[in-house]
């Protein structure tokens, strides 16, 4: 990280006092909150050991937390393969030379983009009932994974896009001049290189699929969010149950994270592609103009910006 | 479908959506550039602090802390923000929509403080400029520049997020569209008057943050 060289000088012995006396406030601070936390959680009896013994007990986990997890994965892993499947089609339909595929995969993209995942879901919960094409049961699941699949989608195909844009010229040059077509070129030469480019990106983006899927206690779909819920009522202890599913949450998605920098050094170090190499989360803001016109890319500007050997550092 | 848009306030729960975007939007900025300063200070514990915060609401859903806030936080722990149930939810979604987006917001403001080359306060050092003289001239200007397009894409985020307070009965757009869903035939006229909502609030938005990040980009 980079940060603190640019914000200040080796410490002097002044800024070492102040150092000190900063690293003083901060653990007071902190204390401060874990004690207000604990007090109130103490009041409400939530401190209890008897609220936290539950989770040595396998029944809290096999009943409860196990079954929200399998819930919360798999949506997550039905949406992300079908959100990869949609997002390259239309990353290749925004990149076509066509203008009836273009403008089309364009308007398709920037309204899945733009509309949130609970609205996507209220509406496909109320078709599949509507339809009552599936057995009822799986009407919450199938619900989850179409909206995730749509908004999660248009942000692949839009980091697809970016990714074809970040390769240097020469590699759509070399196509044509080799004889492939336009489709051929896409097809064979800029789409391989882009996605292996935006791997970590992909990745990355697992963090949101994650996160979004909890959205579905909204239409019933049983998840982590809502087995902890269930568990917080039937031992009583609601709050250590929601503090232990968000626990879980975050170490899958920190696990996540940390393995989209570990891909990203390594691909920077096999250097199998021509471009630059990224995990900026999908930094494209909605609406960025027509593809061929690299200039109206936000991501092409920041990794401009960036230059092409700079990690972006993330949290 | 138009006896829908009568019989139902669709205006209002629109407006809704915007003072709790607009409420939590500047809630998440201040609590953002605080834990941003906590990230970006000199002492090792300070910045330990801001980087847990951030770790741990970049990873948790808001769906879960919105759930938590009424079941576990009003309701157990008897913190009440309104005097009746609605003020309430409407307060907590308010305060989880400002601590969640914070955790993006000090995130872009650090990128954007990633993006100036260290030569820059080299530079501003060596021609004798103090602390705060290189900050308010040199730094902070390209900083600010750097972190225009990723606060767009938080500031547009937090405005699709705010639908997540429907789960806990606030009744803004989403909590409408459910109770006319439920109620109501037709529901792809219905979901695409939402939806309508949302790009007509995002992309234009979308387009003027593209506009400005490049306007104000710092050519290097």
Redesign the interface.
């Known amino acids: ?9 080796y ?1 002097g012995p002044k ?1 070492l006092r ?2 000190r006396i ?2 003083v406030v ?2 007071l ?2 204390l401060a909150v874990l004690a207000l936390v604990a007090k ?2 103490g ?2 009896s ?1 401190l209890d050991p008897a609220m936290w013994l539950v989770f040595l007990n396998p029944e809290a986990w096999t009943a409860y937390l196990i079954p929200g997890l399998i819930g919360t994965l798999m949506a997550t892993v039905f949406s992300v393969f079908l959100a990869g499947i949609f997002g390259v089609l239309f990353g290749a339909g925004r990149l076509s030379h066509s203008a009836w595929v273009r403008r089309p995969s364009g308007v398709v993209v ?2 899945f983009r ?7 879901m ?2 496909f919960k ?2 599949l009932v ?1 339809g009552g094409w599936f057995d009822s049961a799986f009407n919450p699941l199938i619900a989850v994974t179409l909206a995730l699949t749509l908004y999660n989608g248009s942000v692949i195909a839009e980091l697809v896009r970016s990714g074809v844009h970040a390769l240097p010229k020469g590699q759509h040059e070399a196509g044509l001049s080799l004889g492939l077509t336009q489709g051929q070129t896409l097809r064979l030469i800029q789409l391989p290189q882009s996605l292996v480019a935006m791997l970590p990106a992909l990745i990355a983006q697992l ?1 949101v699929v ?6 579905g ?2 239409i019933t779909y049983q998840d982590l ?1 809502f087995w ?2 269930t568990l ?1 009522s039937a031992y009583a202890n ?2 250590p149950a ?1 503090i232990v ?2 626990a879980l ?2 170490a ?3 696990a996540v ?1 940390k393995l989209a920098d570990w891909v990203e050094q390594r691909l920077r170090r096999t250097q199998h592609v021509a471009g630059p190499i990224t995990n900026a ?1 999908p ?1 494209v ?4 103009g027509e593809p061929g016109d690299s200039a ?1 890319n ?1 991501l092409d ?2 990794l401009e ?2 230059g092409h050997d700079e990690p ?4 | 479908m138009l006896d829908i848009l009568s019989r139902y306030n669709v205006l209002l729960a629109f407006g809704l959506t915007l003072l709790l975007a607009f409420l939590s939007a500047i809630g998440a900025l201040i609590i953002g550039t605080i834990v941003a300063i ?1 990230r ?7 910045q330990t ?1 801001g ?1 847990a915060f ?3 609401f ?7 802390l919105m ?2 806030s009424i ?3 009003t ?5 009440r923000l309104g005097a009746n149930t609605t003020d309430n939810a409407f307060w907590w979604a308010v305060v989880m929509l400002s601590l969640y987006h914070a ?1 993006f917001v000090c ?1 872009a403001l ?2 954007g ?6 030569g ?2 080299e530079a501003a ?1 060596s021609i004798g400029l103090t ?1 705060g003289q290189s ?1 308010r001239e040199v ?1 902070l200007p390209q900083a600010f520049r ?1 972190a225009i ?2 606060l ?2 938080t500031l ?1 985020a937090l405005i ?2 705010t ?2 307070a ?2 806990i009965g606030v009744a803004e ?2 909590g409408l ?2 109770t006319i ?1 439920e109620n109501e035939t037709g ?2 006229g ?2 695409f008057i ?2 309508v909502g ?2 007509i609030l ?6 003027w ?2 506009e400005l ?2 306007k104000l ?2 050519k ?1």
Request: net charge positive; charged share 10%; no cysteine.
């Open positions: 990280m980079s940060s603190p060289v640019v914000l200040f000088d410490p800024a102040t150092n900063l690293t901060g653990i601070g902190v109130k959680m009041d409400a939530q920037e309204f733009a509309v949130p995942v609970l609205i996507m209220y509406f109320y078709l509507w963090v994650l996160k979004d899927s909890a959205l206690v909204a969010v902890s819920k917080g609601t709050v929601y599913a968000a949450f975050i899958l998605n920190y994270t989360e930094n803001i909605q609406g960025t109206t936000a500007d920041v910006h960036l972006e550092s993330r949290g | 906590l970006l200070s000199p002492a090792r514990i300070l602090i980087a951030v770790t741990i970049i990873n948790t859903p808001l769906t879960l759930v938590a079941l576990g936080f309701y157990i722990l008897g913190i955790a995130e650090r990128s403080v990633n993006t100036i080359p260290a820059q306060a050092r602390f900050l730094i750097g397009a990723p767009g894409s547009i699709k997020n639908t997540v429907a789960i757009a989403a569209m459910a869903i529901g792809l219905v979901f939402f939806a949302f790009v995002t992309l234009p938005l979308g387009v943050f593209t990040s490049r980009a710092v290097r």
